[in-house]
């Protein structure tokens, strides 16, 4: 198949490379608005370059990846289901639920397949533990932790437009939540606090955060977030059943250090970047997005799911600025 990417910044260049060594992707056409990323994707993947998306979705492409920034999602996710084109975009839909509830309206209408970039869906580990939960074998769940642990802050230029750490970091974690224990969030009630980076402060944003999320069936969820994690990047899951409890993350490169006398678990080199962390799994949603495009499965993570994460982080944003518990429905305008 033949698919265009638009944008191609950090992310959007991985996608690129990802996307040229699969088996069912025959040719790519690629554009940025800086023309210098364009004529690196052309001369090291053998891309075809355009000058705009507009070109791209006039280029013959069965399907298209947008890798773009974030302001520029809607815009686009619009122009490509206009065209009756499949699309996997990156997360979010949009910088506001507002404006992702629009985009998830124009999609439902169209019938056109979406794809959104959570890509903790395909790790191994989260889908194994996933597994284990619709298997029963846990049992009744009634506590779930999720950690998003970043290695150091990023820039203050990102934080100042990134809608702050609940909107942009844990709503990975609350994506992975829903989706692993198939229920949906009713309340939360979170926190934060700032120990490191000042103009992640003067941004009116936190540097570390934590979220108590009740789900429709009396269990709790426990989201912890920080950008201050020099040992390394880490993202787990725990979840424990009245049966057996089960974790992932949990592995030999977990960027954590046991005191306990003889004890040498992790031993392995700890992640430090989420691409590294998770470059299997972004291997795997963009496999499946070929599969979506071919028409031989349905988008794995849809607009709504999406939208429903992003209820979520406007509950807590909320919830963090005035203190209290807040429930979902007085977020959610639709």
Known sequence: ????????????????????????????????????????????????????????LASGVDGVVIAAATDAHPALLHAAVEAGLPVFCEKPVARTPEESLTVLKAVEASGVAVQIGYNRRFDPGFA????????????????????????????AAYVAVSGGIFRDCAVHDFDTVRWVTGREVTEVYATGSNRGAEYI?????????SALLTLDDGTLAVVSNTRHNPRGYDARLELHGMKDSVAAGLEDRL???????????????????????????YRAELAA??????????????????????WIAEACTLSLHERRPVRIEEVRTS
């Open 289 to 310: 997005f070929t599969e979506v495009v071919a028409g031989t499965r349905p988008s794995p993570c849809t607009v709504a799911d999406a939208l429903e994460a992003g």
């Open 255 to 281: 960027p954590l250090r046991s005191v306990e006398p003889g004890v040498t678990f992790p031993g392995g080199a700890p992640h430090h970047f989420f691409m590294d962390r998770f470059a299997a799994a």
């Open 201 to 209: 402060a003067a941004a009116g944003d936190v540097d570390t955060a």
């Open 1 to 56: 198949m033949r698919l265009g990417i638009m944008g191609l910044g950090r992310i959007g260049t991985f996608h690129a490379q990802t996307l040229a060594a699969l088996d069912a992707v025959d040719s790519l056409v690629v554009t940025d608005p800086v023309a210098a990323a364009v004529s690196a994707a052309a001369d090291r993947l053998g891309a075809e370059p355009a000058d705009s998306p507009e070109a791209v």
């Open 128 to 155: 194994a533990a996933r597994r284990a939960v619709v298997s029963g074998e846990l049992g009744p769940l009634h506590t779930v932790r999720s950690t998003t642990l970043d290695p150091e802050p990023p820039p």
